[in-house]
Nanobody, 124 residues
Framework: VQLVESGGGLVQPGGSLRLSCAAS????????IGWVRQAPGKEREGVSL????????YYAPSVKGRFTLSRDNAKNTVYLHMESLKPEDTGVYYC??????????????????WGQGTQVTVSS
């Protein structure tokens, strides 16, 4: 199983970024994929998750309405579109996978496989 994140970087407050997570080594279209972030000095926080087969997408209250998660099963890739970014969105963003269908945003310890992370910094 391999999850590779990309698209992080430095952006000004109010700006946008799109993160990508390219997956390999497993049946991508049958798994739930999510994003978890970790700010400096803080615990990991679940950001969003998308089930397979249009069985639900979930967001943390702190990002709902600003972030959009989508998946392209033909490319084995998940995309996290982030808009109206705030300094508090700064952190390392990890792509992670859970087997099966998930009802709601899970706790971070429920994710079974993780990528290496990509840094997002929101600062003027």
């Amino acid at each position: 199983v391999q999850l590779v994140e990309s698209g992080g970087g430095l952006v000004q407050p109010g700006g946008s970024l799109r993160l990508s997570c390219a997956a390999s080594g497993f049946a991508f279209d049958g798994k739930a994929i999510g994003w978890v972030r970790q700010a400096p000095g803080k615990e990991r926080e679940g950001v969003s998750l998308i089930n397979h087969s249009d069985r639900g997408t979930y967001y943390a209250p702190s990002v709902k309405g600003r972030f959009t998660l989508s998946r392209d099963n033909a490319k084995n890739t998940v995309y996290l579109h982030m808009e109206s970014l705030k300094p508090e969105d700064t952190g390392v963003y990890y792509c992670a996978m859970i087997e099966g269908v998930v009802a709601g945003l899970p706790s971070t310890d429920e994710f079974e496989y993780w990528g290496q992370g990509t840094q997002v910094t929101v600062s003027s």
